[in-house]
Structure formats: C-alpha cells, structure tokens
C-alpha cells in the first residue's frame, strides 16, 4: 500500500500538500462535510478537511472555548495556535454543532494573541438545519455567495467548463470509495477498518487529482489480496467524528474488523452524486443538503437509523460500537436511541464516551470494547436478531 495514505492520514501536513504549495497553489481548510469541496477545486485550489490530529494537549483551546465543550473543535484551533495550519491560504467555518461555531470566532480571537494563525480567506458558510424546498433555496444562496467571494478575494473566475470538471471528479472519487466501502464490508474482507479509514482520510488532505490514481491502485491491490479478517467479530463504528486511527486501533487490537461506519470522515462524506448534466448551485446544494444526514439535521432520526440498518445487513455486522466525544450533545443524546433499538433487534451495541483523538484514555476503552466483544456471541444466541 502507498506510504502516503498513512502520512496523509496521520499527519496535519504531507508530501503532497508540500509538493502543491511548491507549485504556487492555494489551499482552503474547511470543517465539514457540507461544504461543497467543488466549488474550491473548480478555482484551481485544494479543499482541506481540518483535523485537530496530532494535538497531545488543548491548553490554547481551552483559554477561548472553556471546560464544557467538545475536545475536537479545541484540538483544531490548538494546532492552529501552534502554526500548523500556517500553509493555508483560507478556511472556511460552518456552524455543524454549537461546538464548532465557536470555532469561527475563537480562532479570530485567537489571532490577536497568536499573530498571523488566521488565513488570509476566511468565510462562514450557513448551512440549514432541515431538508426542505425553502432551505435548498437558501442554501444554493450561500454556495452562490461563497463562490463570489473566492472569487473576488482570489482575482479567479470559476467558469460553467471547471465546474463541470471538478463535479466529474467528485462523482469520480465517491464512486470509488464506495468500491472501497464494498470491499470493506466483504465476508472475508482482505483489508481492516484501520487500513481502510486510512485512505479514506488520505482523501481529505490531497487534492483529488493526485488521490484518485492512487486510490484506484489500492483498489486494484486490495481485489488481489487474500482474505486476512476471517473469522473476526464484524463491527460497525457509529458516532461522533473519527478522523484518525486510535480508536479503530483500539477496536481491532481486541480481534475485531470494523467492516462498516456511519461516520462524517468514513462512508457519510461520500454518499450521494451531483447531476454532472447541470452544474448549478441548485444541484449542488441539494447533494449537500441530502447525503447522509447528520444529527445536526431535524427530523431525519429514522433514515440514520435505516442506514445502520442498511449497512448492517450489507457488511454482515456482528456488534455496533456509538461513541461519542465527551460534550457532543447531538451525537451522545441520539446514540441512546440508536442503542435502545438495536438492542430490541437483538443487536449487540454499546455506547462509549471519549475524550477526542490522541487524548483518549486508551485503557479505559480498551476494557470496555474488549468485554463487549466477548460478550456478542452469547448475546446473539440469547436474543436473534430481528
């Protein structure tokens, strides 16, 4: 497997994104999975998902944000403090959670002690909290605004030709990790959650351009492959976002494959296409609006719960592990109905709370995923599954 999948992975920086800027290209940090990444790719620039990966600590987090909030969003704007993020030339914030709002205006706050930590580019992009006529409309307003002022600030025109191209390129991308989610899922699956996540994550930081070939080759490696997880309780990984590899690790140290996610970095940022016959806002938004939906969407708890039924049934899984970021409301209040029904399915599933990334107490979960594994035949066999 190409080493860059790992370092992209686990690294804030990596060989491609040096070898970009090289050229004299711009990239645009983001926070979500609702920006629409074309829009940026379209201008001749690479989108970047920020991660707070590698943060051992969140003491400049903490002076702006307090005790009582998510560790990721302090995780993001730590490394921000420590000038790790100095190779982007914009960012663009999204209010996903009250957690991550904050994140906009804590960073610029944050600039005033940390001089020069701010991009150049900074734009707060709105995106609706329903799925529904009048919200689209709204939405394909903001992308529409968003492309003004990349254009504006950056002296580009992002024409009707490379919008087209970027959408193509997408689709493009989505089509493949979907390939990649099947094999995955696979009964005998040649490749672990691990390794899999790891070049899913790739893609986050690396312009698609160059991700594409190399993903389609790991493809091409992965299909030759023997059968390496036989035999393995199969788990889906649901929950608050997973952007990097200590908690997968954690989970299959103890035998299990995580074969199947519901995650923001995993299978939820690549559902869904955009209609490549008519590149518009409209269309746009509406790809980014409906896929997957996130807990931050109302009243859509019914399609997440039939999409972890969907992928249940697809991977085969044994057992669900919902975690949840200490302080993540959305995800730690609905992670208590996911599990109450699965549990009347007669589905092994456990709950965890964690601290964010490297900054988890490891041991703790250790314990607590170990015993569940241990316990999922004898569960299975007591209650079936519906």
Request: charged share 25%; aromatic share 8%; with cysteine.
């Amino acid at each position: 497997m190409n080493p860059i999948f790992e370092e992209a992975a686990d690294h804030v920086d990596n060989q491609v994104i040096r070898e970009w800027k090289a050229q004299g290209k711009k990239v645009i940090g983001h926070t979500c999975s609702h920006v629409p990444e074309e829009i940026i790719s379209a201008a001749g620039m690479m989108p970047y998902r920020l991660r707070g990966i590698e943060s051992e600590s969140t003491s400049i987090g903490d002076t702006y944000f307090g005790p009582f909030i998510c560790s990721c969003p302090k995780a993001i704007l730590q490394k921000a403090g420590e000038g790790a993020f100095n190779f982007l030339d914009g960012a663009v914030m999204v209010q996903s959670c009250d957690s991550m709002r904050r994140l906009d205006e804590c960073w610029r706050a944050a600039n005033d002690d940390y001089p020069g930590i701010l991009p150049g580019f900074w734009h707060y992009l709105g995106v609706p909290h329903k799925a529904v006529d009048y919200s689209l409309k709204w939405f394909s307003e903001e992308i529409e605004m968003f492309k003004k002022h990349i254009e504006e600030h950056f002296n580009v025109t992002i024409t009707e030709e490379n919008l087209r191209k970027s959408i193509t390129l997408y689709n493009e991308t989505r089509d493949l990790l979907k390939e990649l989610d099947e094999v995955r899922g696979m009964e005998n699956t040649p490749v672990s959650g691990q390794e899999a996540m790891n070049i899913i994550l790739a893609g986050t930081a690396m312009p698609k351009e160059v991700y594409n070939p190399l993903l389609r080759e790991a493809l091409d490696e992965l299909k030759a492959r023997p059968a390496h997880h036989g035999g393995k309780k199969r788990i889906l990984l649901g929950g608050s976002v997973v952007d990097d590899q200590s908690l997968i690790s954690v989970i299959e140290a103890e035998g299990a494959v995580v074969v199947a996610d519901t995650v923001c970095f995993g299978s939820r940022s690549f559902e869904g296409m955009v209609p490549e016959d008519s590149p518009t806002m409209l269309t746009i938004a509406g790809r980014y609006l409906h896929h997957q939906f996130c807990p931050r969407m109302f009243g859509h708890y019914k399609d997440r719960m039939a999409l972890i039924k969907q992928k249940m049934e697809l991977a085969k899984v044994d057992g669900v592990i919902l975690q949840n970021i200490r302080f993540c409301d959305l995800h730690g209040s609905e992670n208590g109905l996911f599990e109450a029904e699965l549990e009347s399915m007669g589905v092994p599933a456990i709950r965890l709370e964690r601290e964010y990334g490297a900054m988890a107490d490891e041991g703790r979960l250790r314990m607590r995923i170990g015993a569940f594994l241990e316990s999922i035949p004898e569960r299975r066999t007591e209650k079936p599954a519906a």
